[in-house]
């Protein structure tokens, strides 16, 4: 029995007859009263584990990003949410990052792979919560914000641009540039085009930064238990509770999808994803880190602003590091009900099918990484449907972001 509580289910029904005599206060009462206690269902360990997942949002004034003269900066986080709704930052003219990161889709698009001018060969993630990463794309191939922003632009099935076309539009465009001077302080260089182009991505990224997703029912969850109070049946249910206890425990999820967003930002191999494109497997990470090493757009580059180096750091060392074909970046569990399919060729079309991925197989040949044998989860049936109704509730949606309704600048 995972719920040590055997009466929990009389005492959930109690409570919903309580609530149809709609008591008001009375009704509160009860619940205060009737709740098992958080000490009754985890160990002190497990509140612990449970405790690591938050708080969310992380914090109130995030530190600004380093490498990034213009983070944190107004001006170039509305320069930048006009740059990514902007199809002329494109070959075609038809193509804007919100072509496949759509704000109302969680920032994904719902289909299986990216299109742009053509299909890509990738699910597109989320764009939030992307704060403060080390690694960004399912390979890791960018190591910051902005670097990862000038992918797309570059990419012929993506934007399809170049950064003449992209200097050429700043310059030419009254607003592109007054924006521009207002937020880099200078105008754009009339020569040189990376240096605009690179401009560009850092406004992107200014934008991106500010992107948090809503707080869900297993944050108000991790509250209640944060603060010793007996967390309440009406904001997480029994399944859920069991659920978090094997994501927590048997299911070892955490050891990967880690911390307040999920994801401990690093890469192993799980076998979910299978797409081959072209027919040769997808190698994720040692072309990731290859890419990453080859680009003038890494922190160990020029366009890194941090003049003390120390951000490059985890650049500088990724090249020693050993990494395994098939391995993709642990993506972010946030939202999971918003942004089907799933994986990273976006093979698996619903939770279910996930967490089965997880319960017959041995999902986590990467836990042979550290030494320890890799066994098969074997859940049950209705493991497998805790399991999802957890992940459900890292979903909301309620996520804060509303388009501006686009003022002049002058
Ligand atoms: C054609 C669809 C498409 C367009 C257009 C597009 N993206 Fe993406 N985006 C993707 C896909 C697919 C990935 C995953 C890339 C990979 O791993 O190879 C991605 C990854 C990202 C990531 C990394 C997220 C993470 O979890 O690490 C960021 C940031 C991002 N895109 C921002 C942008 C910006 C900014 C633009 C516009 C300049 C843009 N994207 C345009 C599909 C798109
Ligand atoms: C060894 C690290 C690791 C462990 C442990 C792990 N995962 Fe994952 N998870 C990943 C990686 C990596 C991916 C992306 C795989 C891919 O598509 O190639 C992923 C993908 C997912 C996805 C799809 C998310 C999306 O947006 O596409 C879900 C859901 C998920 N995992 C849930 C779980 C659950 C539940 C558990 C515990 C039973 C678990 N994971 C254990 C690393 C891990």
Redesign the pocket.
């Given at each position: 029995m995972i719920i040590r509580n055997k009466h929990f289910n009389r005492h959930a029904l109690r409570i919903a007859s309580a609530m149809l005599a709609a008591a008001g206060a009375l009704w509160v009462a009860s619940v205060t009263a009737q709740t098992p206690a958080a000490a009754n269902i985890f160990t002190a360990e497990e509140i612990k584990k449970i405790l690591s997942h938050g708080p969310w949002p992380v914090s109130a004034t995030p530190a600004k990003d380093v490498t990034n003269r213009v983070s944190g900066n107004a001006d170039a986080i509305e320069f930048g949410t006009r740059l990514f709704f902007d199809q002329r930052l494109s070959g075609s003219g038809k193509v804007a990052c919100a072509s496949c990161h759509v704000a109302e889709r969680n920032w994904t698009d719902n289909l299986k792979r990216g299109v742009g001018t053509a299909e890509v060969e990738r699910?597109t993630p989320t764009v939030f919560n992307l704060r403060g990463s080390n690694w960004y794309g399912w390979d890791g191939a960018a190591d910051s914000l902005w670097s990862q922003s000038i992918r797309p632009l570059l990419n012929e099935r993506e934007h399809g641009t170049t950064p003449r076309q992209i200097a050429q539009l700043v310059r030419g465009d009254e607003q592109l540039s007054c924006r521009y001077r207002k937020a880099f302080g200078a105008a754009p260089s009339p020569t040189d085009d990376e240096s605009v182009m690179v401009g560009i991505a850092k406004a992107l990224a200014a934008f991106q930064e500010t992107l948090v997703s809503g707080r869900t029912p297993f944050d108000m969850f991790r509250e209640t238990l944060a603060k010793g109070a007996a967390p309440s049946a009406w904001n997480f249910s029994e399944p859920a509770t069991r659920g978090l206890k094997l994501?927590i425990g048997k299911?070892?999820?955490t050891?990967?999808?880690s911390g307040p967003n999920f994801s401990n930002g690093e890469?192993?191999t799980?076998g979910?994803?299978q797409f081959k494109p072209q027919g040769k497997p997808d190698p994720g990470r040692p072309e990731g880190v290859r890419q990453l090493v080859e680009s003038q757009f890494n922190l160990l580059g020029r366009y890194n602003d941090d003049a003390s180096g120390n951000s490059a750091a985890h650049t500088k060392k990724v090249a020693m590091e050993k990494t395994v074909q098939g391995e993709?970046?642990?993506?972010s569990?946030r939202n999971?009900v918003l942004?089907a399919p799933?994986?990273?060729?976006g093979r698996v079309e619903t939770?279910a099918e996930?967490?089965r991925h997880?319960a017959d197989i041995d999902?986590?040949s990467?836990?042979a990484k550290d030494g320890r044998p890799a066994v098969p989860?074997k859940l049950s049936l209705r493991e497998q449907t805790d399991?999802v109704v957890f992940?459900e509730s890292l979903s909301t949606f309620n996520n804060p972001w509303r388009p501006d309704d686009g003022g002049r600048c002058d």
């Amino acid at each position: 029995m995972i719920i040590r509580n055997k009466h929990f289910n009389r005492h959930a029904l109690r409570i919903a007859s309580a609530m149809l005599a709609a008591a008001g206060a009375l009704w509160v009462a009860s619940v205060t009263a009737q709740t098992p206690a958080a000490a009754n269902i985890f160990t002190a360990e497990e509140i612990k584990k449970i405790l690591s997942h938050g708080p969310w949002p992380v914090s109130a004034t995030p530190a600004k990003d380093v490498t990034n003269r213009v983070s944190g900066n107004a001006d170039a986080i509305e320069f930048g949410t006009r740059l990514f709704f902007d199809q002329r930052l494109s070959g075609s003219g038809k193509v804007a990052c919100a072509s496949c990161h759509v704000a109302e889709r969680n920032w994904t698009d719902n289909l299986k792979r990216g299109v742009g001018t053509a299909e890509v060969e990738r699910n597109t993630p989320t764009v939030f919560n992307l704060r403060g990463s080390n690694w960004y794309g399912w390979d890791g191939a960018a190591d910051s914000l902005w670097s990862q922003s000038i992918r797309p632009l570059l990419n012929e099935r993506e934007h399809g641009t170049t950064p003449r076309q992209i200097a050429q539009l700043v310059r030419g465009d009254e607003q592109l540039s007054c924006r521009y001077r207002k937020a880099f302080g200078a105008a754009p260089s009339p020569t040189d085009d990376e240096s605009v182009m690179v401009g560009i991505a850092k406004a992107l990224a200014a934008f991106q930064e500010t992107l948090v997703s809503g707080r869900t029912p297993f944050d108000m969850f991790r509250e209640t238990l944060a603060k010793g109070a007996a967390p309440s049946a009406w904001n997480f249910s029994e399944p859920a509770t069991r659920g978090l206890k094997l994501f927590i425990g048997k299911g070892g999820c955490t050891n990967c999808h880690s911390g307040p967003n999920f994801s401990n930002g690093e890469f192993f191999t799980t076998g979910l994803s299978q797409f081959k494109p072209q027919g040769k497997p997808d190698p994720g990470r040692p072309e990731g880190v290859r890419q990453l090493v080859e680009s003038q757009f890494n922190l160990l580059g020029r366009y890194n602003d941090d003049a003390s180096g120390n951000s490059a750091a985890h650049t500088k060392k990724v090249a020693m590091e050993k990494t395994v074909q098939g391995e993709f970046k642990v993506p972010s569990l946030r939202n999971l009900v918003l942004t089907a399919p799933y994986g990273r060729d976006g093979r698996v079309e619903t939770i279910a099918e996930v967490v089965r991925h997880y319960a017959d197989i041995d999902p986590i040949s990467a836990h042979a990484k550290d030494g320890r044998p890799a066994v098969p989860l074997k859940l049950s049936l209705r493991e497998q449907t805790d399991l999802v109704v957890f992940l459900e509730s890292l979903s909301t949606f309620n996520n804060p972001w509303r388009p501006d309704d686009g003022g002049r600048c002058d």
